[in-house]
Nanobody, 123 residues
């Protein structure tokens, strides 16, 4: 199992930016594909972005495409989510997760999850 810890969330105004980080430990980081999901109160967990083990292939939800960028630094065992042009509808708890299979947008295929970090975007 891999342990994941998110950080970088906070309160920002609409149009602002945040950079989320997810630090991993417990297993070889580069052996996993990684993704970001989010969940707003009363809503289902929603796919945000994912990238391959090598970091060469990325996928984004339509709602964040062009505004968010996912990346990974295997040397630092860390995956990032750079969020720009934030909107109030981006408000949610953001989770990073790991899977053995690249390109997954279904949360059910991720076996390890972080505790989440709150992102709040005000109008």
């Amino acid at each position: 199992q891999v342990q994941l810890v998110e950080s970088g969330g906070g309160l920002v105004q609409a149009g602002g930016s945040l950079r989320l980080s997810c630090a991993a430990s417990g297993r070889t980081f580069s052996s996993f594909a990684l993704g970001w999901f989010r969940q707003a109160p009363g809503k289902d967990r929603e796919f945000v972005s994912t990238l391959s083990r090598s970091g060469g292939t990325t996928y984004y939800a339509d709602s964040v495409k062009g505004r968010f960028t996912i990346s990974r630094d295997n040397a630092k065992n860390t995956v990032y989510l750079q969020m720009s042009s934030l909107k109030p509808e981006d408000t949610a708890v953001y989770y990073c997760a790991a899977t053995y299979y690249s390109g997954n947008t279904d949360a059910r295929n991720y076996h390890s999850w972080g505790q989440g970090t709150q992102v709040t975007v005000s109008s």
